[in-house]
């Protein structure tokens, strides 16, 4: 893996289901080295979702690409000695067990630093430890709900939960990139950060936006299906044949350019209900009225050519049994060959990746493949 951006790294990951195995395995994806550690009674439990990818889980083949599994059992002290071997040559711990567990078992940032101070420990929890939830349990679908994501999504009267893993994604996303910053401050002043990353702190900050909208307009946002808060028009219109299209107005220009161009309504274009955002806002209902009329006159096709070429923003709602087909994911680049143990599949190349450099060629392991292996080099290197 040299020339790889994180070649080098080795990273030791005490982890399961979801956040801090999408953390390791982006900072695989670059070049480092991830053990992961399971338990001996079946590993990481995400092994066992589903059978669906080549007989492995699908959750389990997204994120543990490139990785090296070592059964320990951490409690033993055998095991604990090995992990303690790994960790004095180790660059960071990411890991996600409960903070209880994680203070029991002398893993917390404090308790490693005096043995192992060039490691970087990053954790990722359901809420901050030590805060007043610390030692709550925590899964995505509730914190969706405790940081009010729920409150704006589905209709209204009707709160739903978002179709992915958000929370946790969310949380691994912020654990990667703290993880780089660590890294790279290690290196100038010789210094190791931790980490920490709570699935409601990382939800909170995308929630942002209507969380300062509502504090200092005293409104909250109220859940709309597809249409937009603040916008209009912003959502799904229906064309003639029942297929539906996602469209997206900016500004007043773009709003007459809509009616005039792709609608043939100069009168709607001028009517005094909708001559700025804010008043199309508040007139929603009669809007949308309008709108649907009018797209319910017009097939799918020309109302995509009409909408192309009067430079409005819109989208497909594709349905997710066709994703993979999308003309965006068209290109064999966007793909990666990857080996499991049931057999090669074919895995999404992530994005971000500096000079799209990437380990290309990494598997995702069987539980225990590596133990032996690892294990081994240990007792050679002592």
């Not at 994501?149 to 994604?169: E, F, Y």
């Not at 969380?211 to 307009?217: K, R």
């Not at 500004?251 to 709607?268: G, Y």
Request: glycine share 10%; with cysteine; proline share 7%.
């Amino acid at each position: 893996m040299t020339g790889l951006p994180l070649a080098g790294i080795t990273v030791v990951a005490l982890e399961q289901a979801v956040a801090a195995p999408f953390a390791s395995r982006q900072l695989a994806d670059l070049g480092a080295r991830v053990i992961k550690i399971e338990r001996p009674d079946g590993g990481d439990f995400a092994r066992g979702y589903d059978g669906v990818v080549a007989g492995g889980s699908s959750a389990f083949v997204w994120l543990n690409r490139g990785k090296e599994s070592v059964q320990l059992d951490v409690k033993d002290p055998d095991g604990r000695a090995a992990l303690d071997r790994l960790l004095d040559r180790a660059d960071v711990l990411v890991a996600n067990l409960a903070p209880m567990a994680l203070e029991r078992l002398g893993l917390t940032a404090a308790a490693l630093a005096p043995r192992h101070p060039q490691l970087v420990v990053a954790t990722v929890s359901g809420y901050a430890p030590g805060g007043p939830s610390g030692a709550k349990k925590a899964y995505d679908a509730l914190v969706q709900a405790e940081s009010g994501l729920m409150s704006l999504t589905g209709a209204a009267g009707a709160p739903a939960k978002v179709g992915i893993s958000i929370a946790d994604i969310a949380a691994g996303s912020y654990a990667f990139s703290g993880i780089l910053a660590a890294l790279r401050h290690r290196d100038r002043t010789g210094e190791a950060l931790p980490v920490e990353v709570s699935l409601f702190g990382a939800l909170a900050e995308w929630m942002a936006y209507p969380l300062y909208f509502t504090a200092h307009s005293g409104v909250a946002p109220v859940p709309m299906g597809t249409a937009h808060p603040t916008i209009a028009p912003y959502g799904a219109v229906t064309a003639a044949g029942g297929e539906q299209l996602m469209i997206a107005v900016q500004n007043e220009r773009e709003w007459v350019r809509l009616c005039t161009a792709v609608l043939d309504d100069a009168a709607l274009a001028t009517d005094v209900r909708f001559a700025t955002n804010p008043l199309r806002v508040a007139h929603r209902s009669e809007l949308d009225a309008a709108l649907a009329a009018a797209c319910a006159r017009r097939p799918v096709d020309v109302l995509i050519a009409r909408l192309e070429a009067a430079g409005i923003a819109w989208g497909r709602l594709t349905e997710l049994a066709d994703l993979a087909a999308h003309p965006e994911l068209a290109p064999p680049e966007r793909w990666l060959d990857t080996r499991t143990p049931g057999g090669t599949v074919r895995t999404l190349r992530p994005p971000g990746a500096p000079g799209d450099r990437i380990a290309g060629g990494g598997a995702v392991p069987a539980l225990g493949e590596h133990t032996a292996a690892v294990l081994a080099a240990l007792e050679e290197d002592a």
